[in-house]
């Protein structure tokens, strides 16, 4: 059973360059944190715990939506993400926010690539905090979030997502079909429970719709339809889309999403040998 659901998450559609995916998208992630009024994941958390004082590790910290808050809140943060540009961001948010060059750390790094015991993160982190972050896709990097924490580990990846752009495009390219986010979710929920993980799990749906520059929209589908594109015709032919899509709606993007968050504690397993 627990194979199944392994196999599910390791199907995961990925990039086949994801730190130039990013860097192309960190301005834009840049304007997200600016414009950021409210937060159901910090909602969510703090419902469940304090901060003060926490040791975090952020995974896939983008720029900065949640490095800021809970740096602001009185954790030392530990923000790693793989696009170079998305850790500029970073910094230059928490500069711009007056934050103590003491309150966090930054490194540009793989997920997959960190070696806990050289870097001594085996059970360091009072919370080991992974939102939609594309490093924690499959089961192997699940495992590694609960090696490095002592306390708990917080996910979430959508459950359902449309977006009308996404759909339109799909219409017009073959290259490309989206993740079946359900499934993917329900596969991690099936995997925690059967390792003896008891996750406190919230889901969150938002319709709503989103403004886009073309170059924007570009960067956010690119990597999803071209795997590689030498010459630049790929690009091009995504770009006419894009245009066509964009002088009926103005580049506006209809969207749909359902994100399911859980929070566990590494250390309240069930008892595997409790009869």
Not at 185 to 191: D, E, G, H, T
Not at 241 to 251: Q, R
Request: hydrophobic content about 35%; charged content about 30%; proline content about 2%.
């Amino acid at each position: 059973m627990k194979e199944e659901y392994i196999d599910i998450l390791s199907k995961e559609k990925k990039s086949s360059n994801p730190a130039k995916n990013w860097n192309n998208r960190a301005k834009e992630f840049y304007r997200y944190t600016k414009e950021a009024k409210s937060n159901e994941v910090l909602d969510f958390l703090n419902s469940k715990m304090e901060f003060t004082g926490k040791k975090i590790l952020d995974i896939g910290c983008g720029a900065g939506r949640f490095l800021l808050p809970f740096v602001k809140a009185g954790a030392h943060v530990t923000g790693i993400d793989i696009a170079q540009d998305m850790i500029y961001y970073t910094e230059k948010i928490l500069l711009e926010s007056n934050i103590p060059k003491d309150s966090y750390e930054l490194l540009k790094a793989d997920w997959k690539d960190i070696d806990l015991d050289a870097r001594r993160w085996n059970s360091k982190f009072d919370l080991v905090f992974a939102s939609m972050s594309p490093g924690v896709s499959d089961w192997e990097s699940i495992e590694k979030l609960v090696v490095a924490s002592k306390g708990h580990v917080f996910i979430s990846s959508f459950a359902y997502r449309h977006e009308s752009v996404l759909l339109e495009l799909q219409n017009h390219l073959e290259s490309y079909r989206e993740n079946d986010w359900g499934e993917r979710f329900r596969a991690m929920i099936n995997l925690l429970l059967l390792n003896g993980f008891l996750p406190d799990v919230k889901f969150t749906r938002k319709v709503g719709s989103m403004e886009f520059e073309v170059e924007d929209l570009i960067n956010r589908y690119k990597h999803r339809f071209i795997n590689s594109d030498p010459t630049g015709e790929k690009t091009e032919e995504l770009r006419g889309l894009v245009d066509k899509i964009g002088s009926e709606s103005n580049y506006t993007m209809y969207t749909d999403r359902v994100i399911g968050m859980f929070l566990f504690s590494v250390n309240d397993k069930i008892d595997k040998n409790t009869k």
